[in-house]
Each structure stands twice: as C-alpha cells, then as structure tokens.
C-alpha cells in the first residue's frame, strides 16, 4: 500500500512549477520552462524518494500549453528525451508509481463537440508525457465524469460515447472518479459497466455527494475494486478531509491524523493505493507514511520535529514543551500523540508573545554570523512589528533571506517558513 501528495511540495527548495501567459510563450521561453519544470519533478521525487513516499501525482501543468498545439508547436517529447529518460530511471528504480489527472476543463461529455476535441487533446497530452516515462498502465490518469447540461442520463451516455473515441492507449491509463456534486460513485461504477474503465473513489466527494448514506467507505471500495484489471495495477483512491467553516468539499490543510488512521484500519485489508489531496502535500504524506510505517524509528520523528519545531514555538510554547519531552524517550515509537500535538498547536492562532518567541529562536541561529548592519536592520525591523507597523510575514522573510544567504540549511528546512 502506497500513500502519496499531488503536484507540488511544500518547504522544499527548487520545487517550483513555472508557466507564462500565452502572449509570452515564444519557443525559447517554453524551452526554459519545461527545462525548469522538469527538473523540479525531479527533485520533488528525490525529496519524495528520501522520505519514503512512492506515489506522486504529476501537476498537468508541467508542459506549458501541452495540449495546445497551436501556442507550443515545440516537440518536446525529443527534446527532452535524455530528460525523461532520467525520470524514468529514477522512478522505475525506486518503484514510484506517478498519476495525472486533467482539470475542471477536460470534459469528455460536454455537448460541444469543440470542448470534447480539447478534452481528448488533453487526454493524449496526458498520454504522451506518461509514456516518455516509460511507465506502464498501472500509472493511471485520472478524469471526472464531467457536465449534467439538464439531461444526467443523456449525459453519460455521451460519456460513454465519447470514451469509445479515445485512443487505446489512452484507455489504458484512463480511470474515472466520482465528484462532489454531480455524480455518485454509483453514477461512476454504471459508467464503468459500460466503458470499462477503472473506478477511483473519492471518500470526501461521497460524503459530500453519497449515493447510499448506509455503505461505508471499505464497502464502496469493494464495488470499486472489481473494475480493476491486473494490468491496472492495484486499486488507488482519494482521501481527504472536510475542513471546518468551509465550502462543502474544501480539503483541511493537514490530514488529521486520528481520523486518518481510523480511515486505514478501515480500508487497510482492501491492499488500496491512497492519493491524499490536502493543502500541505507531502507533509500530510509523510505524517501517514511514519503513522503506518512497518519499521518505526523514533529518528524519523526527530527528524520532522526538526522541521516544526520553531513552526509550532510560534504557535504554542505549551506544545512545543510537551513534543520536547514525548522525544526524551527513544525506546518508544509516539507517533500519533507526536502528529497529534503538532496539529493542536497549528491550530492555535498565535499571538505576538508566541510569535516572538519564534522569532527569537530562529534569530538565535543567525546573529553571530550576520554584519553589525544586517542586525541593526532586522532589530529595526522586530520593533516595527512590535508596534504594528509590518506585518510578522515580512519580517519571517527577512530571517529567510538571511538564513538563505548565510546557508543555514537547518533554517532553511524549517517549515517556519513556508507555513502561516
């Protein structure tokens, strides 16, 4: 069983995904980018790799303007080969299993016949850079049913219809999700009858959009399960949680990890790949990989507090103390009590004491190495803060900056930066 994170990473250097309006991609420019673009794929699998999480799914928008023939007419496939062959070799070797799945605008069963020929542009687009992997059919790419357009029977029928246009090799890969509003799991496994293709079930869509209120998620997974081929690989789902004084069907930015774990006890026996969609990424990936590890390493926890620790000062000096003496013990595994805290304490809104003692702590690692100026500077700066004159982002950046530019990599890998 796989547990993954969706597109992007969060903390992590040199991970970025860049792109450019239409009127400024020249060749040379979508040149560069998808250079940039690739590389960063691979350093987020590297990063991925280290920390023990196979699966990843691939942002769509790492070909700039990939199904839009007419504004990139470059043909990276053999531009970038040498490339791809290198991510191909990376995940091959690491047994990396990589999705795509396509946006709110591919949509196969639109009644516009123009947006059905984008959406299968989108779709082959999709095909191709998983194919300049190598990768075989059990990296999937993963479609909504799409539109109702006041008709729901005439529009799975068109689904249906239009699937059958598709090329083989993008019914290979091509799995189908049931959504938040439109259509149920149910909606999706009678598709599936008809099509053929794979079921991913989606936990927070069905709470949002349930077919049967009465079946749980381990049962519909079940269902879901038996469209699965051997060639598909094992089954993968999504799993999310709802987030509190939010829109229906808006993701938490932390995967809980109680109700997590509650969730895998669960479905653990169906042997299901999980994609978690979650706002903080691979941390929640992490979090759920230590949590269900078959190895337990109290250094694995030391070394993600390393991560939080000034992140949850900021917050909470309480929960900073009580994570600090959880630690002490290294013939125990606190896994759960340890993400448990963390997450108490994000949820806390900090106050100006909690942010500066943050703000003292990191500033600790820095002021015997900054110029006589760059700390007269940041003293100017905290005492602007203070009396609410910049806002405590601006001066987090300036600590950044100085930790970048002195190559305070402890710093640096603080998610004190990249969490508000």
């Known amino acids: 069983m796989k ?43 590297d990063y991925s790799i280290e920390n023990g999480i196979q699966m990843y799914r691939i942002s769509s928008d790492i070909i700039p303007f990939g199904s839009d023939y007419e504004t990139n ?60 992997l190598e990768v075989d059919a059990s990296h999937k790419i993963i479609l909504h049913i799409g539109g109702v357009y006041g008709d729901k029977e005439a529009a799975k029928k068109r689904f249906v219809e239009n699937y059958e246009k598709l090329s083989p090799a993008i019914k290979s890969r091509l799995i189908i ?78 995967i809980y990890i109680q109700p997590f774990m509650d969730f895998y006890e669960e479905v653990s026996p169906l042997d299901v790949d999980i994609m978690l969609e979650v706002k903080d990424k691979n941390l929640s990936a992490t979090k759920a990989n230590l949590a269900t590890s078959n190895n337990p390493d109290i250094h694995d926890l030391e ?33 759960i009590h340890f993400y448990t805290l963390i997450e108490e304490a994000l949820d806390i809104n900090p106050d100006k004491n909690t942010e500066l003692n943050g703000v003292d702590h990191v500033w600790g690692h820095l002021k015997k190495r900054v110029s006589e100026k760059e700390a007269t500077k940041f003293q100017t700066m905290k005492e602007q803060w203070l009396e609410d004159k910049i806002t405590i982002a601006r001066l987090k950046n300036r600590l950044k900056k100085l930790a970048i530019k002195y190559k305070e990599q402890y710093l640096q890998q603080s998610l004190y930066f990249f969490i508000d």
């Open 3 to 45: 547990i993954g994170y969706a597109c992007l990473v969060v903390g992590v250097p040199d991970t970025t995904m860049k792109t450019t309006r239409k009127n400024n991609a020249t060749s040379k420019r979508l040149t560069e980018l998808i250079e940039h673009n690739l590389n960063s794929m691979e350093n987020m699998l």
């Open 73 to 132: 007419q470059l043909d990276w496939s053999n531009l970038f080969q040498d490339k791809f062959n290198q991510l191909s070799k990376i995940i091959k070797e690491n047994n990396v299993r990589v999705s795509m799945h396509p946006g709110q605008y591919t949509v196969l069963n639109s009644p516009n016949e123009a947006v059905v020929t984008r959406a299968i542009q989108d779709l082959e687009y999709h095909t191709t850079f998983l194919d300049n």
């Open 177 to 254: 999700e049931n959504d938040d509003r439109l259509y149920t799991i149910s909606d999706v496994l009678e598709i599936s009858k008809q099509t053929g293709a794979p079921v991913v079930y989606d936990n927070l869509h069905n709470a949002c959009n349930p077919s049967d209120p009465g079946v749980t998620d381990a049962e519909w997974i079940a269902f879901a399960k038996e469209t699965w081929k051997e060639a598909d690989g094992p089954m993968k789902i999504h799993y999310s949680q709802q987030r509190e004084n939010a829109r229906l069907g808006a993701h938490t930015q932390t």
């Open 303 to 335: 070394k993600e507090w390393a991560r939080y620790k000034y992140l949850v000062l900021s917050h909470s000096a309480k929960h900073y103390q009580a994570i600090r003496t959880l630690l002490k013990d290294k013939s125990n595994y606190p896994v």
